[in-house]
């Protein structure tokens, strides 16, 4: 896997039929940098909001059991996805702050030279009351000309 990267995260809340999966899909690409150390993979990439002044910096780190992101900036958060684990966080907003609680089902992490998916299925739940069921997939795809970066 190469050190720049281009990345595709989508995730869909609720069920996801072919009826539904494009009008209740999210979805951003943007660039980013991957390495790997000690068997844990590192994700690192900006998003944008609206508006330019809207930038929240992400740190994802992950393996086959747990899926670990934390957000700062525009938004700020610490949350873990950990297979048939719940785990509870503070979802920070500039409109206010909610209590988050995801419960992961599964994650899947298949690996190659050029390319690395995550999916992951999860309950959400806002302030102790279910949300959706929901499903992210992560995209990680090697941008020609840049070097590998593994330190395993």
């Known amino acids: 896997m190469k050190k720049d990267v281009l990345i595709t995260i989508s995730g869909v ?6 009826e539904s999966r494009d009008s209740d899909k999210v979805e951003i690409i943007t660039s980013g940098s991957y390495y790997k150390k000690n068997n844990k993979h590192y994700l690192l990439y900006d998003e944008i909001g609206d508006s330019r002044d809207e930038i929240t910096k992400n740190v994802a780190r992950f393996d ?3 899926f670990h992101i934390t957000k700062s900036g525009f938004t700020n ?3 873990s996805f950990e297979e048939n684990k719940r785990n509870i966080t503070n979802y920070i907003t500039p409109y ?3 209590l988050v609680g995801v419960d992961a089902s599964r994650i899947d992490v298949i690996e190659n ?3 690395i998916q995550v999916d992951i299925a ?8 279910h949300l959706a069921d929901c499903v992210l997939h992560v995209d990680i795809q090697s941008v020609d000309g840049s070097e590998s970066l593994n330190l395993s």
Not at 13 to 18: R, S
Request: aromatic fraction near 12%; hydrophobic fraction near 25%.
């Open 113 to 115: 030279e050029e390319n």
């Open 122 to 129: 999860y309950s959400l739940d806002v302030n102790y009351e």
């Open 13 to 18: 809340q609720g069920l996801w039929t072919d």
């Open 64 to 66: 086959t059991d747990e």
């Open 96 to 98: 206010g702050s909610l």
């Open 77 to 79: 958060v610490d949350m």
